[in-house]
């Protein structure tokens, strides 16, 4: 399918590493404070936690403004803003949970070659998409990959196929991504397929649930 274009206001609600299992009770961290902590149980909608208060097999032990120290269910984990964790795990892939902004679409933190970006879910992409400035602050040398032309909402641009070393999302990291840098008119990162043919997806309303294969 044909690389496309969108620009978005995008909120990124929620994203982090966590080894997971389908019955393993969830905590992502949303807010950190002191002795306090805001934070969404098994995907549901946030909510507060205060020092010494249990919900939902989730105990919140400590927080400040870097971190917050978890009890889930019977297993202790400090956090720090954006990751998760699922106690009682037993699978030791990583996974990472999103959840939709109000137009629908899922944002995901992560990197390229290990330069942080905040990247749109596009299931439409063929690749790990950026534009020809991001690539030049990574220092990859697009121009030497191979020369195509891609659709945008300004209509053919100029693209070039490149391969990156790492693409990461919050705990998941994938070597040797096919990628496709676009001149112009591409101004948010596309999490094409390339990256997401190697995970497993699961929406479940909101939330989209990406786990490692391999």
Not at 79 to 98: I, K, N, P, Y
Not at 140 to 147: I, K, L, M, P, S
Not at 181 to 195: A, C, D, N
Request: glycine content about 12%; hydrophobic content about 45%; cysteine-free.
């Amino acid at each position: 399918m044909p690389l496309k274009h969108k620009t978005l206001a995008l909120i990124l609600l929620l994203g982090g590493a966590a080894s997971t299992a389908a019955w393993a009770t969830s905590v992502s961290v949303i807010g950190l404070f002191k002795d306090k902590a805001i934070v969404s149980i098994d995907g549901g909608k946030p909510r507060t936690l205060s020092a010494g208060q249990t919900v939902q097999g989730v105990r919140l032990l400590s927080a400040n403004s870097d971190s917050a120290s978890f009890d889930v269910d019977g297993t202790r984990r400090t956090l720090g803003m954006g990751q998760s964790f699922a106690g009682g795990a037993t699978d030791a892939r990583q996974s990472v949970s999103l959840t939709a902004d109000a137009r629908g679409h899922f944002a995901a933190a992560g990197s390229v070659n290990g330069y942080p970006m905040t990247f749109l879910v596009d299931t439409g992409a063929t690749s790990v998409a950026i534009n020809a400035a991001d690539a030049k602050r990574l220092g990859v040398d697009y121009r030497a990959g191979q020369a195509t032309g891609v659709n945008t909402a300004a209509g053919v641009v100029p693209a070039w196929r490149v391969k990156f070393n790492t693409v990461k999302i919050g705990g998941i990291a994938v070597n040797q991504v096919d990628g496709m840098v676009v001149e112009s008119g591409l101004s948010v990162p596309l999490l094409g397929m390339s990256f997401l043919n190697r995970m497993e997806m699961k929406r479940d309303g909101q939330t989209m649930t990406l786990t490692q294969r391999y």
